[in-house]
């Protein structure tokens, strides 16, 4: 299900399953609102000699282009590629579901990204790579450490 060019999609108890992608929001202006989702088992990009198709393929939920995604209640499962999406000065927002399954359970290609809007009570587990990013998050400091 992909939603492009500043159109707006509110979704509610969906279940989008054995398709290349999942639910995908591309273009400045373009919003989705999705609650109690399940997005599973998205498929590969099936690559010739020539190269592999141009549009996203194996993702489960993403937001590009300038688009916001903002997802709450939900499970993304079994991407072959990657769970959740992030790029191209895209805006998401996870709360309360879970990322399991997946290749990488998190693809982030903007640098200096908020990676807790991905994981306000969302878990990640048995995923191939939790989290692949083009920078990686600096850590908050540790508590009750002495100065140096």
Same mark, same amino acid.
């Given at each position: 299900?992909?939603?492009?060019?500043?159109?707006?999609?509110?979704? %509610?108890?969906?279940?989008?399953? %054995?398709?290349?992608?999942?639910?995908?929001?591309?273009?400045?202006?373009?919003?989705?609102?999705? +609650?109690?989702?399940?997005?599973?088992?998205?498929?590969?990009?099936? #690559?010739?000699?020539?190269? #592999?198709?141009?549009?996203?393929?194996? /993702?489960?939920?993403?937001?590009?282009?300038?688009?916001?995604? !903002?997802?709450?209640?939900?499970?993304?499962?079994?991407?072959?590629?990657?769970?959740?999406?992030?790029?191209?000065?895209?805006?998401?927002? /996870?709360?309360?579901?879970?990322?399991?399954?997946?290749?990488?359970?998190?693809?982030?290609?903007?640098?200096?990204?908020?990676?807790?809007?991905?994981?306000?009570?969302?878990?990640?587990? %048995?995923?191939?790579?939790?989290?692949? +990013?083009? +920078? /990686?998050?600096?850590? !908050?400091?540790?508590?009750? /450490?002495? %100065?140096?």
């Amino acid at each position: 299900m992909s939603v492009q060019n500043g159109a707006a999609l509110t979704l %509610d108890r969906a279940d989008i399953a %054995d398709a290349r992608a999942g639910l995908l929001a591309m273009g400045a202006g373009t919003r989705i609102a999705a +609650t109690d989702i399940i997005v599973r088992d998205m498929l590969g990009a099936p #690559c010739t000699d020539t190269g #592999c198709p141009p549009e996203p393929e194996g /993702l489960g939920v993403g937001s590009f282009a300038g688009a916001t995604v !903002e997802v709450e209640r939900f499970v993304v499962e079994r991407a072959s590629l990657c769970g959740i999406q992030v790029a191209s000065a895209g805006i998401l927002r /996870l709360r309360t579901g879970e990322v399991r399954e997946n290749e990488i359970g998190a693809c982030v290609q903007i640098e200096g990204y908020d990676i807790g809007t991905l994981s306000s009570d969302v878990g990640y587990r %048995d995923n191939g790579t939790n989290l692949q +990013t083009t +920078t /990686l998050p600096v850590p !908050e400091p540790l508590e009750g /450490l002495p %100065d140096p």
